[in-house]
């Protein structure tokens, strides 16, 4: 029973218009970049009064997370590059909760691994993998760039990859 509304480039770039659209249509949701939220909170906070917020693409600043939990319904901050089809996380942010990427979603999973592959400590650091249903099989014609960057899962089912994301983490 929803609708998508998808806004053309001129509307993006318009915060004024951008919250028009979205007051004019009856929003409930948005997807955006920390970068677009902040131009609109900075200009049309009033547009966010009941919206649910999913914020991704970017890292999230703590003081945007702030304003945007104190202006929206809900925010989702979501993570994951286009090798795991887009989302592979999301963190449901409360105000004075810490941002986070949060915890996989479904038919995901999320390892921080040291180069040796194993799971690193709680608080330590490590380079994070994503598995799961979302992984792309790798780069169209890159087979050196693939070898680097999906790599067995030793954790999952036999013949399953793992993406490793270039990104550091830590639980």
């Known amino acids: 029973?929803?609708?998508v509304v998808l806004a053309d480039?001129?509307?993006v770039r318009d915060p004024v218009a951008l919250a028009d659209l979205l007051a004019g249509e009856g929003a409930t949701i948005m997807q955006a970049t920390p970068t677009l939220w902040r131009m609109l909170t900075d200009t049309a906070p009033e547009a966010l009064g009941g919206l649910r917020v999913l914020v991704g693409g970017?890292?999230?600043p703590r003081v945007l997370a702030e304003t945007l939990a104190g202006c929206a319904a809900q925010v989702?901050?979501?993570y994951g590059p286009t090798e795991t089809t887009?989302?592979?996380?999301a963190a449901l942010l409360r105000p004075g909760d810490p941002v986070t990427i949060g915890a996989p979603m479904a038919n995901t999973r999320v390892y921080v691994l040291d180069s040796g592959l194993r799971p690193v400590p709680p608080g330590v650091a490590g380079d994070l993998y994503i598995a799961g249903e979302g992984v792309a099989l790798g780069y169209h014609g890159r087979f050196g760039l693939t070898a680097r960057r999906f790599v067995a899962d030793p954790f999952g089912p036999p013949g399953t990859r793992m993406y490793r994301t270039g990104d550091l983490a830590r639980w």
Do not use: K, Y
């Open 58 to 60: 970017e890292a999230l």
């Open 76 to 78: 989702t901050n979501v």
């Open 9 to 11: 480039a001129d509307t």
């Open 86 to 89: 887009v989302w592979s996380t």
């Open 1 to 3: 029973g929803a609708a």
